[in-house]
C-alpha cells in the first residue's frame, strides 16, 4: 500500500513539474512573438526587398486604386523578380483595401499570403496584427 502511494506522489508531483514546464515554455513564445512584433512595427515597406525598381513608381501610381493595384498584383506574378516580402506586403495592402466591399475576396487573398509567409519573417507581425480580422 506504501508502494501505491508513494508511486501516486511521484506522478502528481511529475504531472505538476511537466505543468510548470509547459507555461514557461508558452512564456518564453510569448515573448519571443511581443519581441518580433515590437520589432515589426517599425518596418518601413520602402525599403523591404523583392521589389525590382522598375516597378517601384508603377506601385506608387496604383496604391490608391483596388481595381488598379489588383490587376498590378496579378501582373506581377508573372515576374520572378517580384517576391515576399514586398510582393505580400502589398497583397495585405490590397486586402485592408477591400476588405470593405469584398470581404471574401480579403479572406481569400489573406490566407495565401499567411499560409506562404514563414514566422520568421519581417512581415510576420503585420500578419498577426491582421489575422483577427481575416480569419
Known sequence: MKALIGILIALVVGMGAYKIYDHWEQVKERRVQDERAARGANIN???????????????????????????????????PDVKDPKLAWVELDYVVMISAKDPVEAKKVFQAVKKRTPPDSVIYPRIKALEKNYE
Not at 490608391?64 to 493595384?69: G, M, Q, V
Open 45 to 79: 515597406p520602402d525599403e523591404l526587398p523583392g521589389m525590382p525598381w522598375q516597378f517601384a513608381s508603377k506601385l506608387l501610381e496604383v496604391q490608391r486604386d483596388p481595381e488598379l493595384l489588383r490587376r498590378f498584383l496579378e501582373s506581377c506574378r508573372n515576374f
